[in-house]
């Protein structure tokens, strides 16, 4: 119903690693209760043992097919996707069935939201070998994501407050990254980057377009990626009436997008932006998936096997992604993307 707070989707992750953790510690927040309905999907004994070792005060409440009327602070609403033995969710040790498990949750996950039922989905993180030994054979959770609800064109977002990456490759081996770095591919991202960051957080971006090589390849004696697909690229793109610039080269751009001179930065490999946007928001940075026609959220970290079962790993990544799936719904609710979300009032920073 459009009253109702939104219902987010929250995916636990790798049960043997910080997600059921970090859910546990996000869920204790006061004002996720006051602003969404979050409902989880993942294992109960997973869960009982993260609110026993953080010590977060909250009660697990078993969700079926029938969602609950109320949502209650103190509760975490559960819809369990698998039963697992102690020795499939050891700290630190990935499994097959956990495997499994990660894949029921995200599959879950994406169903209530493309039938209505959720209006997002936040992602805790997963292991993709346990992902790929259960027999699901996906690099990671945006191409799952992709095929699930049959998108095509499709973009990894990686944001904050003070700065907001897209990629035109994700996660492939640097040394295939500039044969995929095309000109299509190249603008592709920008027009499904200026569509969707145009439609949730701000109206008419203006979004810098980053170089392949060093010095925008020094008029081709580094590489003539900026001259063959990236400048063309770009050039399509403001044909199209898109506020785009580049190709730009990545070792000083990144000093003005913080500063706020760009809306987003179309970075053509994983670490070429995640590097500076982990710089700046290491613990409240969140991953979005554009494109797709459902919204999906994550955080930015991984599973961090080292700190998993100590209770000590950090909940802000899972808030904002919370926090943003939220936002971003209402939004589309309101149909008022061309506000924006960084226009939205909010206090869980604070």
Not at 280 to 289: A, I, K, P, Q, S
């Amino acid at each position: 119903m459009k009253d109702q707070l939104p219902l987010v989707a929250v995916t636990m992750g790798d049960p043997s690693g910080i997600g059921p953790e970090i859910i546990v510690k996000a869920l204790a927040w006061a004002d996720i209760s006051a602003r969404c309905r979050p409902l989880v999907l993942g294992v109960r004994g997973a869960l009982e043992r993260a609110l026993a070792v953080t010590g977060a005060n909250l009660v697990i409440q078993p969700v079926g097919s029938d969602l609950p009327q109320q949502w209650e602070a103190g509760v975490l609403y559960l819809r369990e996707v698998a039963a697992l033995q102690p020795d499939d969710m050891v700290f630190g040790k990935p499994s097959l069935a956990g495997g499994e498990a990660t894949f029921r949750s995200i599959t879950e996950a994406a169903r209530l939201c493309q039938a209505g039922i959720a209006d997002g989905m936040a992602t805790a993180p997963i292991n993709k070998e346990a992902l790929n030994r259960a027999g699901h054979h996906y690099p990671g959770h945006t191409e799952l994501l992709a095929e699930l609800t049959g998108t095509d064109d499709y973009v990894m977002m990686l944001a904050g407050k003070r700065l907001k990456v897209t990629l035109v490759t994700i996660h492939v081996a640097l040394a295939e990254v500039p044969r995929l770095v095309t000109r299509e591919r190249v603008l592709a991202t920008i027009r499904i980057t200026n569509r969707d960051v145009q439609r949730y957080f701000r109206p008419h971006p203006r979004i810098a377009v980053l170089s392949l090589n060093p010095h925008c390849g020094e008029g081709g004696l580094f590489g003539d990626e900026e001259r063959t697909a990236i400048a063309p690229a770009v050039a399509a793109a403001r044909r199209e009436g898109i506020d785009a610039i580049g190709p730009l080269s990545a070792d000083t751009l990144f000093h003005f997008a913080a500063r706020g001179d760009y809306d987003a930065v179309v970075c053509m490999y994983h670490d070429q932006g995640l590097i500076p946007l982990k710089l700046l928001h290491f613990d409240d940075g969140v991953n979005v998936t554009l494109g797709l026609p459902i919204i999906r959220t994550s955080v930015d970290h991984g599973t961090a096997y080292d700190l998993a079962g100590t209770g000590t790993a950090s909940e802000r990544s899972m808030v904002a992604a919370i926090e943003m799936a939220t936002e971003m719904a209402l939004v589309r609710r309101r149909g008022t993307g061309s506000r924006g979300l960084q226009e939205e009032t909010t206090q869980w920073e604070q």
